[in-house]
């Protein structure tokens, strides 16, 4: 099966055409699961699936997890999260101002893939922001390429974002747990390809590197994942599907204003 793509602004993942998740077979599935580890993010328009659909759809491409700090929809769809703006929140949205790849300070086990759904979509609002870290890793000068051949990033669940978190943590009433904190690699090969894995929003230093140039790397790269030659900024109608790996694609949400919206979210192992 040869499914029809094409690729999002600045070479950042790819749209799928033509197909209806309703009717998914293996051979779908299987072929979807290509491209979203090719490519590091997949657009789906207008699906519109119902819960047990979408739940389903999740399944193919791996193990949904219960993600512990979101509420589930209901105890049929436990791994569906409802993540909902309301028009007179005036916090920031859920995981906005920085760029970041999910759950990057777990040590073991971090769930590899985040899928949304929009529900309810305002418009001229609430793009979520991706950045390819298969594009950014390509373009990175030789020497700097050399210098964090073997570097690993300490991310920390109490890093940049951690702002964000804390202050919608407040407002629903959820007391903050224990920060957590994790060493990974920073140059990590996915589907053969070399891609950066630096998540801003939990970087906190960068290890393995030269000591008097680790804090140089660390706001060279931070730096290097947000401009704009790596950015796509996409912008949803109600019923699309994004799916996205965080190996290999950083993300944030943008701001939004008086208006509400309703994504539903499923994390994947
Ligand atoms: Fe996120």
Redesign the pocket.
């Known amino acids: 099966m040869n499914l029809s793509i094409s690729l999002g602004k600045n070479n950042v993942g790819a749209y799928i055409k033509d197909i209806n998740l309703k009717s998914l077979d293996q051979n779908l599935a299987t072929e979807i699961k290509k491209i979203l580890n090719q490519f590091g993010v997949i657009f789906i328009k207008e699906q519109n699936l119902d819960p047990e659909t979408y739940q389903n759809f999740a399944k193919t491409i791996g193990q949904p997890v219960v993600y512990p700090r979101l509420k589930g929809l209901d105890e049929k769809f436990p791994f569906i999260n409802v993540i909902e703006r309301k028009p007179d929140d005036k916090n920031l949205s859920f995981?906005s101002s920085w760029l970041?790849q999910?759950t990057s300070y777990l040590a073991y086990n971090r769930p590899r893939y985040?899928m949304l759904m929009g529900k309810e979509i305002p418009t001229g609002q609430g793009n979520t922001i991706f950045s390819s870290g298969f594009n950014a890793y390509d373009k990175l000068p030789d020497d700097i390429k050399e210098k964090i051949r073997d570097a690993t990033g300490v991310f920390s669940s109490a890093g940049p974002i951690a702002v964000t978190r804390l202050e919608r943590e407040k407002e629903m009433g959820i007391k903050s747990s224990e920060s957590m904190e994790a060493e990974h690699p920073i140059v990590i090969t996915v589907d053969g390809k070399k891609t950066l894995y630096v998540s801003p929003g939990h970087l906190m230093k960068i290890r393995n590197v030269k000591e008097d140039e680790a804090e140089y790397l660390k706001d060279y790269l931070v730096n290097h994942v947000n401009k704009e030659e790596f950015i796509f900024s996409y912008e949803w109608t109600k019923g699309d599907i994004c799916l996205w790996d965080n190996l290999s694609i950083l993300?944030?949400a943008s701001e939004i204003k008086n208006c509400r919206r309703v994504m539903h979210r499923i994390t994947i192992k």
Do not use: Q, W
Request: net charge negative.
């Open positions: 995981g970041h999910d985040t993300h944030m």
